[in-house]
């Protein structure tokens, strides 16, 4: 059977792999030897479900949304992922993560943030599990995310600002890398998406799966059967995306709608829409979609959502791209704005910008009155209040 998982090489058809420098040749193997026995074991086990459950607060409700479904003409239940502590998905892959560092004798944690949600989210499993965390972040999003900076600091995380590109994302992940070849024997890189060198996606992938599995039993409750017509969910690095369709990837009765971040216009030079603009490529250790240039100079994205701006994708959703397996629409900042608030004037829920992106795909499928539609909010909007705030009053 055709499967659209990772295979035994670490790749989604052509894509994935780990392109690394020699010096982190080592951990990265090492990485690979240990990150599924230790999944898979036991004792971890017992102990990611009990954090899951006693800590992040899993699990997440699934939520019918009555008005929503209304307009929409369709039954959309909302995956509510802005209901766990620190207010995202996120925090179901650090702790997944911390737990395998401490298991391969770490001490030192090092992360990349864009929103700052995986920042935050790397910095309280840090302080609960009392090690060492040090998060860097572009200087351009320490300035548009500043609450998120605040609680890492809050939690006792070393914030770095970084200069370099235009001071987002990748140039936060940047310097973590070069952090990680500085120090490969003690530092543990948890990655916060669906990115990175080969087990990375597939180990975020799994983590974030617990968001399916639930999907799956929750479903069964309230429909009587445990997949959906459709799934949707925004896609930057792809992390919430992976874990929202983990158990539905080789069911072909469900559809697969990701929604990544269109910014002014796909056209418009001012876009992160990686899918769409970008071209086989390697960045930061995979083969994947890049944006870049006729001379192969990776492109600066842009998006109004700083957790969508990466010029890159994981390389499960460049597989599900090219093989046509999920459709993927380019949502533009103010389609993500006008969707952030009609969510919260219909329902009384404020999503996260990136979230947003998700919901401004509804106006662009054409459902059936009897679909059941899933949609995975992200995370919640506090971080993004100042943009709101902005956009209502301009």
Known sequence: MKTYQVDKNGYYGEFGGAYVPEILHQCVKDLQNAYLEVLDSESFKAEYDQLLRDYVGRPSPLYLAKRLSKKYGCKIYLKRED?????AHKINNTIGQILLARRMGKTRI???????????????VCALMDMECIVYMGKTDVERQHANVQKMEML???????????MTLKDATNEAIRDWCCH????????????GPHPYPDMVARLQSVISEEIRKQLQEKEGRN???????????GSNAAGTIYHHIDDKRVKIVLAEAGGKGIHSGMSAATIQLGKKGIIHGARTLVMQS???????????????DYPGIGPIHANLSVSRRAKILAVDDDEALKAAFELTELEGIIPALESAHALGALPKVDF?????VVLTVSG?????METYINYKNN
Do not use: F, W
Not at 83 to 87: I, M, P
Not at 156 to 166: D, L
Not at 380 to 384: T, Y
């Open 83 to 87: 209901l766990n502590h620190t207010g």
């Open 110 to 124: 090092i992360a990349e943030t864009g929103a700052g949600q995986h920042g935050v989210a790397t910095a309280t």
């Open 156 to 166: 006792g995380a070393t914030v770095i600002p970084v200069t370099s590109g235009n």
């Open 184 to 195: 490969p024997s003690d530092t543990y890189y948890i990655i916060g998406s669906t990115v």
């Open 227 to 237: 997949y959906p017509d459709y799934l949707i969910a925004c896609v930057g690095g």
């Open 294 to 308: 006729e001379d192969g100079q990776i492109e600066e994205p842009y998006s109004i959502s700083a957790g969508l």
């Open 368 to 372: 059936k009155k009897e679909d059941i």
């Open 380 to 384: 919640r909007g506090d971080k993004d």
